[in-house]
Each structure stands twice: as C-alpha cells, then as structure tokens.
C-alpha cells in the first residue's frame, strides 16, 4: 500500500474457504485473486480427473467469494505439465505461471512447449507467464523470489535482477506469506535438504 504496488495473490482453496473475508480484503485493495490449487498437491502426482477435480474447486470457491471471474492459475512447487495445460484451457483460465524457467530444481515441472521467454503463448487458449533466470558464466541462476531470494544476500539478488534488466523488460517476483514469518510452525523429521529450503534465513526475509 505504501509503495501503491498491486499483486497477484494465488491462493489455495481451502485456505479461501477457512479465510473468506481475508480474500475479500485482498480482492477490494485493487489485487489480483487467482488459483493455487485446492489442496496443494504437486500436479505431476495426480491422476488427470483428480488435478481437474483440484483445480475447478478451487476457481469455484474463489469466484463464489470475490463474486469475479478466476484467470489465472499457479502450480504447487511450479509442478507444470502438459495435462495441467490442457486442463485450464477446459475450465477456461486465461493465464498460467507454473513454469519455472529454473531447470535444474528436481521438483519443477517441465513440459514440451516451454520457452526461455517471460511470456508466450503454450496453447490455444493459454498464456504463460513465466519465472525468470539470470545466467553467470552461461549458468542459470533463479531470480523470481521464494527460497533462492531467502538464500542469496540482498546485494547478489540486486545485481542478478540489474543484469536480467538489460535484456528484459518483464520481471516476475513471488514470495509466500510464511517466508517471513520468523515464528512459524517448525516440523521436525523432514530431513536436512526440506528443513534448509523452507526455514533458511526466515527471520532476516522481512527486513530483506
């Protein structure tokens, strides 16, 4: 609000449905509402009929609260799929922003008509609108947000989006609501890699 700078908020369904009033604040502050999905499943696990199930749940549940049509759909963990694609033309989404132009995150999906592009057309009826990399020695490295811009310190996450600017004039940024909560819920057993990708730097995020 200080800086007049409006989002897009993908949001589950059921956190809509538990929420309802928290989605209509975001909707009547002039942002975005879009889908996350219903259940945050990674997409490339699910049966077709089951993701399809997923995804018109979760349209329906955030058009019957802003009482405006959903455009635009955000896999979990960016899990794109050519399914995934097909199925939002079907329930007529306008847009996607799954794919994660990252290629080397063992969780993103991938599908045949991805692009190094931050937006082009993926079929008939869908735009995708994708997140970027920067590239060091002719190596990709993630700029879009989440856990990379937690990781990286400020001067480096700067100086990567300064470069992407010379060659672009679209940049996308994410984060989630619970990067900077330092008082999180903190799970135990998960093991080294998820504990580091979902806690590193929590308590600087918001500073950051």
Do not use: C
Request: glycine share 4%; proline share 4%.
């Amino acid at each position: 609000e200080r800086n007049k700078i409006k989002a897009t908020f993908f949001i589950l369904g059921w956190v809509a449905e538990s929420n309802p009033n928290l989605v209509k604040r975001i909707y009547a502050a002039g942002h975005e509402i879009a889908s996350h999905g219903y259940y945050h499943q990674l997409n490339y696990n699910m049966t077709n009929e089951a993701l399809y199930q997923d995804i018109q749940k979760s349209k329906h549940v955030l058009e019957s609260i802003i009482n405006d049509k959903v455009l635009g759909y955000r896999a979990p963990t960016f899990s794109i799929s050519e399914e995934l694609i097909q199925i939002l033309g079907e329930l007529n989404f306008k847009y996607d922003s799954s794919f994660n132009q990252f290629s080397k995150h063992d969780r993103y999906g991938k599908f045949q008509n991805s692009k190094k592009k931050a937006v082009f057309k993926v079929s008939e009826k869908i735009i995708e609108v994708s997140l970027p990399v920067s590239k060091i020695f002719k190596q990709e490295v993630p700029i879009a947000g989440g856990g990379f811009f937690r990781l990286y310190p400020l001067w480096f996450t700067k100086s990567l989006i300064k470069k992407y600017y010379k060659y672009n004039n679209y940049y996308v940024f994410y984060a989630h609501p619970w990067e900077f909560d330092p008082n999180m819920p903190r799970l135990k057993n998960i093991g080294f890699v998820n504990k580091f990708r979902h806690y590193v730097n929590i308590e600087s995020n918001y500073k950051k």
